[in-house]
Nanobody, 116 residues
Framework: QVQLVESGGGLVQAGGSLRLSCAASGSTFSINVMGWYRQAPGKQRELVASIRTSGIADYADSVQGRFTISRGSAKNTVNLQMNSLKPEDTAVYYC??????????WGQGTQVTVAS
């Protein structure tokens, strides 16, 4: 099984930056994709960014050029560097991990609020 622990959410002014971090533990050898979803009240949950074991990353169009997903220096970690934040980025952000053997896992979520 896989467990995910997130950190880094908070309140920031528009134009500012935050870095979210996620640490995975357990049967992490089976993880092929990790990423970040977000969900704002009244809106659909959307995939923000994902990164594969190979290092290939994908981004939502709305965050292209502003957010960067990366594997952390510590094993089984993933980060989301968020720059030039906008009020529309306000949401609960969830770390996710996809296992090729046991399915998907979700973190508890961390609130990101961008004030104008």
């Amino acid at each position: 099984q896989v467990q995910l622990v997130e950190s880094g959410g908070g309140l920031v002014q528009a134009g500012g930056s935050l870095r979210l971090s996620c640490a995975a533990s357990g049967s992490t050898f089976s993880i092929n994709v990790m990423g970040w979803y977000r969900q704002a009240p009244g809106k659909q949950r959307e995939l923000v960014a994902s990164i594969r074991t190979s290092g290939i990353a994908d981004y939502a169009d709305s965050v292209q050029g502003r957010f960067t997903i990366s594997r952390g220096s510590a094993k089984n970690t993933v980060n989301l560097q968020m720059n030039s934040l906008k009020p529309e980025d306000t949401a609960v952000y969830y770390c996710t991990a996809e296992s090729w053997t046991t399915g998907s896992y979700w973190g508890q979520g961390t609130q990101v609020t961008v004030a104008s």
